[in-house]
């Protein structure tokens, strides 16, 4: 069964730190995977997207990773705000859904002061 | 341009009631999608079209109809509203282009209580 998992369920940090989030997934034939923000009360928006080819990509103080033969990806939040504070989605893509995606539950990051 | 937008924001039901949400997208997209998301579980697919005049079903389909009339727009009705209707709702839409990414643009979500 296509699963993604995202650990932790939430975090709590102070602003300024890094962290670390992580995804496994399950998802074959795997197409792409995807990170989503979804601040609360908002529909998620895109983060960063990475091909099986790709096992980095940025986007400002974001910076995901893949590893397409363990099937884990991570995003890593640089010098965090308080804007940060917001629900972190993990999507996959398998190729053989016709663009479907699979969702994680989400990561809950709090940035406090 | 305004994205997805969906109406209304919020909504509240009795048991047996019926309603529509409306999506509406300005972006020229082929490809619409309705979600629900419910606390500690990922979004899940409730219905979805390629494109005017066609729907699909999702992952979660019962108790949903959906119509796509006009290429801007997407309808999700609920016959006979249940308690376990409640839910968070998400209108998404996306281009065939580059459609290895599929890149998805959410709407602002429709908090919907049934009682």
């Known amino acids: 069964k296509n699963q993604v998992e995202q650990s932790p369920q939430s975090l709590i940090i102070l602003e300024g730190k890094n962290c670390t989030l992580q995804?496994?997934?399950?998802?074959?034939?795997?197409?792409?995977l995807r990170w989503y923000k979804q601040d609360t009360g908002r529909g998620p928006v895109s983060l960063t997207i990475?091909?099986?080819?790709?096992n980095t990509k940025s986007n400002g103080r974001y910076t995901a990773t893949l590893d397409a033969d363990t099937k884990q990806s991570s995003l890593h939040i640089t010098a965090s705000q308080l804007s940060d504070s917001a629900s972190y989605i993990c999507v996959v893509s398998a190729n053989n859904q016709g663009g479907k995606l699979i969702f994680g539950q989400g990561t809950e990051l709090s940035v406090k002061p | 341009n305004a994205g997805v937008t969906q109406t209304p924001k919020f909504r509240v039901l009795k048991t047996g009631q019926s309603m529509t949400l409306l999506c509406a997208q300005d972006m020229n997209h082929e490809y619409m999608y309705w979600y629900r998301q419910d606390p500690g579980m990922g979004l899940r697919l409730i219905h979805y079209s390629v494109g005017e005049g066609t729907t699909a079903k999702g992952e979660v389909p019962d108790g949903y109809n959906v119509s796509r009339l006009k290429k801007q727009n997407f309808l999700l009705g609920l016959e006979s509203a249940a308690p376990s209707q409640t839910s968070v709702y998400f209108c998404a839409s996306s281009s065939i282009r580059g459609q290895s990414y599929n890149e998805q643009f959410f709407g602002p979500g429709t908090r919907l209580t049934v009682l």
């Open positions: 995804c496994n997934y399950t998802v074959s034939p795997f197409s792409n």
């Open positions: 990475m091909t099986f080819s790709e």
